[in-house]
């Protein structure tokens, strides 16, 4: 099992770009999560879904959208990057929501300039 | 909101020093607390704690849960340089769709 993938690993925008992280997991777990991670801080929560069709918004989800078509995708979309979406983004899945323990990607590092 | 408070910040240390970290949480509903550690990348799975009182160990790291103190710690005994990362404290809670939330994490860095 490669677990969870996320591409690219780095990325710099400029202001106002667009763009899609993308996470992929194949331990066919029904939870998917979204977080982004600031210098000197813990995980904060953007978005997350409870399964294919389902997605609910976490502590931070302002300028972010997420959708899941199906069980193994869930994309993160940034519509109009700002400076305070620079962070590492880091996806993770989970097979019942917290009763297992969530399984990370490497990170995406975003940078926006 | 539930909120996770960490301490300390950072911690430096001697290899074969013992440490202790510490976690407490304000939460609804509370379920499990959960201890990852953080080295360059993602975050890797340590403890899932659900019972108070209940001390969880791999190899030389430890942890237990006082849910009348709504707090944890995360023993490391005889630390060496590769346990150096930041270790992050999550709460699990039972309201809505079982969301981590997590604290700041502790820095710990463990000179030769």
């Known amino acids: 099992n490669a677990g969870v993938t996320q591409t690219p690993k780095f990325r710099i925008l400029k202001i106002g770009q667009s763009m899609t992280l993308q996470c992929t997991q194949d331990?066919?777990?029904?939870?998917m999560y979204w977080y982004r991670q600031d210098p000197g801080m813990g995980l904060k929560l953007i978005y997350y879904?409870?399964?294919?069709?389902?997605?609910d918004k976490g502590e931070v989800p302002n300028g972010y959208n997420v959708s899941r078509s199906t069980t193994e995708d869930f994309p993160l979309r940034l519509e109009l990057a700002a400076p305070s979406q620079t962070s590492v983004y880091f996806c993770?899945?989970?097979?019942?929501?917290?009763?297992?323990?969530?399984?990370f990607g490497p990170g995406t590092r975003l940078t926006v300039t | 909101e539930d909120k996770v408070v960490q301490s300390p910040l950072s911690l430096v240390v001697h290899e074969g020093d013992t440490v202790t970290l510490n976690c407490s949480y304000e939460v609804t509903n509370f379920r499990s607390l959960l201890w990852y550690k953080q080295e360059k990348k993602a975050p890797t799975f340590l403890f899932m704690l659900?019972?108070?009182?209940i001390e969880k160990k791999s190899g030389r790291l430890s942890s237990i849960l006082d849910k009348k103190e709504l707090s944890s710690i995360l023993n490391i005994t005889a630390t060496q340089t590769g346990d150096s990362a930041i270790y992050l404290c999550a709460d699990l809670s039972n309201f809505g769709n079982e969301k981590l939330t997590f604290g700041t994490g502790t820095r710990l860095t463990i000179i030769p």
């Open positions: 659900t019972s108070s009182g």
């Open positions: 993770a899945s989970s097979y019942r929501g917290g009763k297992n323990e969530q399984y």
């Open positions: 331990m066919n777990h029904n939870y």
């Open positions: 879904s409870v399964g294919a069709g389902i997605t």
